[in-house]
């Protein structure tokens, strides 16, 4: 059995803890893994992740530059130093590889999972993590993201035949997946309506703003068509703005965290993704999982998370009138739905056997 810490900031819902979720869960029988949060701050997740067989999880607070802290996890990875060690937090990685290096682990992975930095970049920022990343690239023995936008954009003059660095999309276990079917008026949603939705934390990357303006245009020239937008605080950020709004108010659903994303999707006939920057969509894979229609942005990440002979259908994160337009032919044209399923090309793309055992050899 491999050993292998895993560094997280914490356990609630996103994209790295769900990736990390599944994959342990796949190789539950195959890996003893330690989860270190280092935001001192485990999240909604944690039951899920106690489910797994042999799993630790550590709460560690590396929020703020503590000698004490640095020094206690230096002691804790020395104890392990049979454990592999993946650092998750990309940019940010540098100085636990450093320790993880000095404590004698021996094999050492940085593992970027966004395209873009988390911030809105100054000079003395972007000196700060450039300097963080040089230590976290010397120090470890694999660099891997989930995206070749990833690499381009964090190693740009990096030598694209370099072993160190590698590729390793995300895997989606379809099998696990569980399509329960929901009825709209549980929601309610009348019956009959055209229900387009978006799965996704609020965030600036996502382009809810973007969403409301789609949504504004597309329902004040169709009565039938809903929106239902579910992702952590969805439900706090938007509320007011719906709220104040006589369009949208009773036709946007604003469901905030669901732990039954799966079921969610049974009841859209369309599925929208605007982001503006992303690593690699999990939420974007599960939806041509479901065999949705999909309206997506055409960033490099998405290009990569869908077949090539769809890009031509992918739209500029705030082209809210081609988004329209889009949106309108899938909901006036059902054979444009009808040919719309991408989920065969999905499954077999991004296939939790094989991805998720190429991450696990790398351990």
Known sequence: MKKAIFVITSLDSGGIENYLLRFLRHLENEIEPIVICRGNHFGELEKEYLKIKH???????????????????????KKNKEFSFVDFTGAYSGILLLLANLAGLKKRILF???????????????????????????????????????????FPKRNVND??????????????????????????????????????????????????????????????????????????????????????REKVKLLGYRNDVSNILTMLDLYLFPSITEGQPNSLIEAMVAKLPIVASNIDPILETTPSFFHQELIAPLDVDSFVNRIEEYYLDDSKRENADLSEWAINQFSADKLFKEFCLEL
Do not use: W
């Open 55 to 77: 799993i630790k999880l550590v709460k560690i607070d590396l929020t703020k530059f503590r000698i004490k802290s640095y020094y206690e996890l230096y002691l804790y990875l």
């Open 112 to 154: 970027f999972r966004g395209s873009s930095h988390d911030f809105e970049p100054t000079f003395l920022k972007l000196i700060f993590v450039n300097f963080l990343k040089y230590l976290g690239k010397i120090n470890a023995t694999q660099v891997l993201s989930n995206s070749k936008a990833a690499l381009n954009f964090y």
């Open 163 to 248: 072993s160190k660095f590698k590729v390793i999309y995300n895997g989606i276990d379809a099998e696990m997946m569980n399509f329960e079917k929901y009825n709209k008026e549980t929601f309610n949603i009348p019956v009959n309506s055209f229900v387009i939705g978006h799965t996704g934390r609020y965030d600036k990357a996502k382009n809810h703003a973007t969403i409301i303006k789609i949504a504004e245009k597309i329902c004040t020239k169709y009565e039938n068509v809903y929106f239902v937008l579910c992702g952590k605080n969805t439900e706090v950020f938007l509320k007011k703005q719906i709220d104040e709004n006589k369009v949208l």
